[in-house]
Each structure stands twice: as structure tokens, then as C-alpha cells.
């Protein structure tokens, strides 16, 4: 009845307790192996996440820093993919195995209890069948002991007739009782053997197959958990394939040539290159200077390298300071920003009017007489900004128009050379940064190591002052009270109102 000779022999219980324990203990390995898995996935995701804010937005105009950025964005993506797989292990594999092994555990427990208790009540059986065989055997020898007496007794001459039939009597009682302790003995033991038929060609084997049953479907599920482990991975690679190429994508789509077009076009100055310094012949003895450019020593020219650093001028309101060229794009850009925040006010006006006609023909929904504040103050900004824009377009028109001026100039000049002031160049700033005012104060919640191009450091509690709020990349720019300026993770710090 059974279908494996192991599980036939009774002799083998030991060993089949010791298999069955030892499986179980191989899934708990596996699930204990799998979670330290998702442990190292998890870390190594978290590990990676840190590499995202490496690189500040505040170049990525340049194609290799944007390519950068770029491939910051896709290892971020992997990150989560390697967070994915930690997820799907230890639900598809750690929960479902642990609640699998805990079943195992409950149901490998029954059935030994059940071949336990089987074979204590077979071994009872066994212990009530030997007493009765004992009892049979010592009435047996006192009934052939009472018997050879009263023979003794009949064949004594010296005996009474009442000794001899109180002699038989007494060996005749002995013989019954021992008669039926042999039929006790006899119907006790077809009664075992019946129930060690039964124990050893049914209850056993089937409890056996039950325990047999059971491993087997533990080693199917481990090795379908096995499975699990690969697949889970193989589910992710396309995507991880993607993040890779991704990748590789960043670093083909650069083109130098155009960042050094790119840089060229920003900090273009617009200024004329100046002119030859005239000869002076000192051998004719000393002449009135023919030229401004004659008066001033050679040595002035060590000044005209326009990428020296130089302390910041104050920043004039027209963009006056700036070169021209750069002084055009900040107030093209200026007008840029204000016309945006004029049609955002009359958007906003617009709508106030129609929710002020919807108050005044159904009364119900309010009163018309409390929007009066927030139209006046919004009228009162269009107004502004209105003025703003007109002043700027001005300053603008008026730079256009002298760059055209001076051109003019330069192409009429007869004859002397016109020069430009030497000085000029020492206006120059590589980064043309005009002196901004703050937009809010900050303090910052966690401490920051700015090891990063444009990034600054910053310690836990500190005040900053924001210089550039968070465009929806993560980033701010702030303005700390040494005067240090940089990006910052926008989440690292909290807004003081």
C-alpha cells in the first residue's frame, strides 16, 4: 500500500522524523537567505538614490552637464528597479514561504502525533495481551498442580472419601479457571494480531504517505521559490536594459562644440576690440601726446584680459554695469519675466470681475462687496508692473540704440584712432552676477556637504536666504551670512515666513 520502501518500515520512523525536520529547516534557511537579499538590494538602491543630488541644475544648459544630469536621472530609475526586485522577494518569496512553512510545521506535527499515538495504543495492546499469557500460564500450572494432587490423594490409602472429592472438586475448579484464561488468551490474541495488521498494513503506511505527501509538496514549493528568485530579476531586466542605454544615449548626445558655442554666445561682451598702441620716439625728444591711448603706459594692457577676477561693482537697476551685449539679454530677459507676471495679474483681474458679476446677480453664493480688496490691490499691480515694463523696455531701446550709435561711429572715424577706455575690461565678470535681492529667509533642517560644482555646504539649524526658489528639480539657490552662495537640496531646508 505504500509507495516507498523507506516509509514502509516502522524501524525507519526516526529517520523519517529527522528528514522531515531537516526540510523544514532548508526553508527556513532559504527564507532567512532571501531576506538578507533584499537587505543588500535595498541598501544598494539607497546608496545609489545618494548619487542623484551629485550634480546641480544650474549648468545643465551645457550638453555634457546635462548628460550628466541625465545619467544621474537613469541610475535613479535603476535604483527604484533594484527596490522593485527587494519588494517583489520578500513578498513573492519571504511572506508566502514563511506562511507555507508555518502550515508544514502544524500538519508534519499532526501526523507524527497520529503515529505516535498509534503505536502507543499497539504496544498497550501488546502489554494487556503478555498479562493475560501470564495469567494463562499460572492458572494453567495450578490446575495441573490441583490435578496431580487429587490423583495423589485418590490413590492415597489413608485418605477419606470426603478428602478425594474435596481433592477433584478443587482441581476441577482450577482447570475451569485455567480453561477460560486460555480462551481469554486466545481471543486477546486474535484481537492483537488483527490490530498489528491494521497498525502495520494501514494506519502506518497511510500516516507514512500523508508525511511523504507533505515533503514532497515542500520540495516542489522550494523549488518553485528557487524559480521565484531568478524570474524575479529577469522581470526587471528590460527595464534596467533601458536605464542602461539610457545611459550610453547621455554620453553620445554631447557635442562640444556647441558648449563652446553656447559659452561664447552667454558671456559675449560686445565691446570693440581696442587699438594699436602708437609708437613714441623718444629719440626726437618728448612730443605732445597725438592720441589718449599715447598718455597712458603699456603696462595698463595687463588689464585687458577680460576673464580677471575682479570684486563685484554695484549693480545698477538698467543692467548699466553690464557690458552690452549682456546688458540686452538681462533686460530682454527682465521684460520676459514681467510681461509673465502682467498677463498672470490681468488673468487674475479678469476673473475676479466675473466672479464679482456672478456675486451680484445670485447673491446667495456671496457678497460682492468682499472682493473689492483683492481687486484694487490686484488693479493696483497691474498698474505697477504696467510701469515696470515700460521703464525697462526704455532702458532696452536705449541700449539698442547706443550699441547702434557707437558702431556708427567707429565705422565714420576718420583719421585718429578712437579709443575706449582701458579700464573697460576690468568691468567684466565671468559670471556677470548682478547683486540680487533675497526672496525669503530659510533654515535648514539637516546638514548638507556641498562637494559638487555650484553646491555650498550647510549645518543643521543654519539661516539662509533664499536667492532662487525650487524650479520642480529639487534644487534652490540660497545666500549664506559668510556671503557664500550655491544650490542646495530644496527638502534639506524649511521656508520662514
Given at each position: 500500500m505504500c509507495r516507498s520502501v523507506l516509509f514502509l518500515s516502522q524501524d525507519q520512523n526516526d529517520v523519517i522524523d529527522k528528514h522531515t525536520q531537516s526540510g523544514l529547516d532548508l526553508v527556513e534557511r532559504y527564507i532567512k537567505f532571501v531576506k538578507e537579499r533584499t537587505e543588500i538590494e535595498q541598501s544598494y538602491a539607497k546608496q545609489l538614490r545618494c548619487f542623484v543630488p551629485f550634480c546641480p541644475l544650474s549648468c545643465c544648459r551645457f550638453s555634457n552637464h546635462a548628460s550628466f544630469q541625465d545619467i544621474l536621472n537613469e541610475l535613479n530609475d535603476y535604483a527604484g528597479q533594484r527596490e522593485l526586485i527587494a519588494e517583489n522577494?520578500?513578498?513573492?518569496?519571504?511572506v508566502e514561504l514563511t506562511k507555507f512553512l508555518q502550515d508544514l510545521k502544524q500538519e508534519r506535527k499532526t501526523h507524527l502525533s497520529d503515529a505516535k499515538k498509534a503505536q502507543q495504543n499497539l504496544e498497550s495492546s501488546f502489554k494487556h495481551l503478555e498479562s493475560t499469557k501470564k495469567r494463562f500460564a499460572k492458572e494453567w500450572a495450578e490446575a495441573e498442580k490441583a490435578t496431580q494432587q487429587a490423583e495423589?490423594?485418590?490413590?492415597?490409602?489413608?485418605?477419606?472419601?470426603?478428602?478425594?472429592?474435596?481433592?477433584?472438586?478443587?482441581?476441577?475448579a482450577r482447570t475451569h479457571t485455567a480453561e477460560e484464561c486460555r480462551n481469554d488468551y486466545a481471543a486477546l490474541l486474535q484481537k492483537y494480531n488483527k490490530e498489528q495488521n491494521f497498525h502495520y498494513y494501514t494506519e502506518i503506511p497511510q500516516i507514512f504517505n500523508k508525511l511523504q505527501d507533505m515533503d514532497e509538496r515542500r520540495i516542489r514549493?522550494?523549488?518553485?521559490?528557487?524559480?521565484?528568485?531568478s524570474d524575479i530579476e529577469k522581470n526587471v531586466l528590460p527595464?534596467?536594459?533601458?536605464?542602461?542605454?539610457?545611459?550610453?544615449?547621455?554620453?553620445?548626445?554631447?557635442?562640444?562644440?556647441?558648449?563652446?558655442?553656447?559659452?561664447?554666445?552667454?558671456?559675449?561682451?560686445?565691446?570693440?576690440?581696442?587699438?594699436?598702441?602708437?609708437?613714441?620716439?623718444?629719440?626726437?625728444?618728448?612730443?605732445?601726446?597725438?592720441?589718449?591711448?599715447?598718455?597712458?603706459?603699456?603696462?595698463?594692457?595687463?588689464?585687458?584680459?577680460?576673464?580677471?577676477?575682479?570684486?563685484?561693482?554695484?549693480?545698477?537697476?538698467?543692467?548699466?554695469?553690464?557690458?552690452?551685449?549682456?546688458?540686452?539679454?538681462?533686460?530682454?530677459?527682465?521684460?520676459?519675466?514681467?510681461?509673465?507676471?502682467?498677463?498672470k495679474?490681468?488673468?487674475?483681474?479678469?476673473?475676479?470681475?466675473?466672479?464679482?458679476?456672478?456675486?451680484?446677480?445670485?447673491?446667495?453664493?456671496?457678497?460682492?462687496?468682499?472682493?473689492?480688496?483683492?481687486i484694487t490691490e490686484t488693479?493696483?499691480?497691474?498698474?505697477?508692473?504696467?510701469?515696470?515694463?515700460?521703464?525697462?523696455?526704455?532702458?532696452?531701446?536705449?541700449?539698442?540704440?547706443?550699441?547702434?550709435?557707437?558702431?556708427?561711429?567707429?565705422?565714420n572715424t576718420q583719421g585718429g584712432t578712437v579709443e575706449q577706455p582701458l579700464n573697460i575690461y576690468t568691468e567684466f565678470d565671468d559670471e556677470f552676477d548682478d547683486i540680487e535681492n533675497p526672496i525669503g529667509q530659510c533654515t535648514a533642517l539637516y546638514t548638507f556637504e556641498g562637494n559638487s560644482e555650484g553646491t555650498i555646504s550647510i549645518t543643521e539649524g543654519e539661516q539662509l536666504s533664499v536667492m532662487e526658489e525650487d524650479k520642480g528639480d529639487g534644487w534652490m539657490r540660497v545666500l549664506k551670512a559668510s556671503g557664500e552662495e550655491g544650490y542646495i537640496p530644496s527638502s534639506y531646508v524649511k521656508l520662514v515666513s
Open positions: 522577494m520578500m513578498t513573492g518569496i519571504c495423589k490423594t485418590e490413590s492415597d490409602l489413608n485418605a477419606t472419601k470426603l478428602d478425594v472429592e474435596k481433592a477433584k472438586q478443587h482441581a476441577h514549493r522550494l523549488a518553485e521559490g528557487y524559480c521565484q528568485f527595464i534596467i536594459s533601458k536605464c542602461l542605454e539610457g545611459i550610453s544615449a547621455a554620453g553620445g548626445k554631447i557635442n562640444e562644440k556647441q558648449d563652446s558655442l553656447l559659452l561664447i554666445e552667454q558671456h559675449k561682451s560686445g565691446f570693440e576690440r581696442p587699438g594699436d598702441v602708437e609708437f613714441e620716439d623718444y629719440t626726437q625728444g618728448i612730443k605732445p601726446a597725438t592720441s589718449e591711448s599715447s598718455l597712458n603706459p603699456p603696462k595698463v594692457r595687463t588689464k585687458l584680459w577680460p576673464f580677471g577676477k575682479r570684486h563685484k561693482p554695484h549693480a545698477a537697476e538698467d543692467f548699466s554695469h553690464l557690458p552690452p551685449e549682456q546688458r540686452k539679454k538681462r533686460l530682454q530677459a527682465k521684460i520676459d519675466d514681467i510681461t509673465k507676471e502682467l498677463q495679474a490681468q488673468d487674475q483681474s479678469e476673473a475676479l470681475e466675473k466672479m464679482k458679476g456672478v456675486y451680484e446677480q445670485n447673491p446667495q453664493m456671496g457678497d460682492p462687496s468682499s472682493l473689492e480688496p483683492q488693479t493696483q499691480n497691474i498698474g505697477r508692473l504696467r510701469g515696470e515694463l515700460a521703464k525697462y523696455e526704455t532702458w532696452l531701446s536705449e541700449a539698442v540704440g547706443g550699441e547702434e550709435t557707437a558702431n556708427t561711429i567707429n565705422n
